[in-house]
Nanobody
């Protein structure tokens, strides 16, 4: 059984920063290839960022230059550092292990103007 637990969401003003965390429990190999997605109210879930087993990084155009994905393989934790937040970043943020196809429960990010 693999469990992903996100944390770090909250309410911030535009221009602020947040760091999201996703702790992976159960099978550390699931950390090899991981992603962040987000879903705003009334919209479909969309890709935000990915770090694969080779350490290659991918970002959605909407967040490129403002967010950084990273992972700590010792702590089995995935991170998403988000800077220069804008109201359009408001969404529930989910982590996913692409290696094992499990999702976390999500953490809410709300950015006010």
């Amino acid at each position: 059984q693999v469990q992903l637990v996100e944390s770090g969401g909250g309410s911030v003003q535009a221009g602020g920063s947040l760091r999201l965390s996703c702790a992976v429990f159960g099978y550390s190999n699931c950390m090899h290839d991981m992603s962040w997605y987000r879903q705003a109210p009334g919209k479909e879930r969309e890709f935000v960022s990915r770090i694969d087993s080779f350490g290659r990084l991918r970002y959605a155009d909407s967040v490129k230059g403002r967010v950084t994905i990273s992972r700590d393989n010792v702590k089995n934790t995935l991170y998403l550092q988000m800077n220069s937040l804008v109201p359009e970043d408001t969404a529930m943020y989910y982590c996913k292990t692409e290696s094992c196809n499990y999702w976390g429960q999500g953490t809410q990010v709300t950015v006010s103007s």
